[in-house]
Nanobody
């Protein structure tokens, strides 16, 4: 079955940058919608960004203009480039995969496969 592994998290000062990676195995990312979510302590898991199989992308309002999602199908990997980081971006970041998110892309339950998460901490 598909397995997703995130990497690239860490500690960074406000205004800095991080690049998260999500490596997939068991199936190709081609034809699959890949999303990024984040969850702060005692808060719900929130949608961050998604890239569909056709290449279209969507972002949460809170990260527009700062984050960029991209695919490298040859490496079977999805990335999240995070610039101009703010303390409120602090959370565990998860990647997820689905073949049929459709209009439910903001709902975590629409995704069948999840990575283990990677911690991002932004200090002020």
């Amino acid at each position: 079955q598909v397995q997703l592994v995130e990497s690239g998290g860490g500690l960074v000062q406000a205004g800095g940058s991080l690049r998260l990676s999500c490596a997939a195995s068991g199936r190709t990312v081609r034809g699959v919608a890949m999303g990024w979510f984040r969850q702060a302590p005692e808060k719900e898991r929130d949608f961050v960004s998604i890239t569909w199989s056709g290449g279209e992308t969507t972002y949460a309002d809170s990260v527009k203009g700062r984050f960029t999602i991209s695919r490298d199908n040859a490496k079977n990997t999805v990335y999240l480039q995070m610039n101009s980081l703010k303390p409120e971006d602090t959370a565990v970041y998860y990647c997820a995969a689905s073949s049929y998110t459709g209009s439910l892309y903001r709902d975590p339950s629409a995704y069948g496969y999840w990575g283990q998460g990677t911690q991002v901490t932004v200090s002020s």
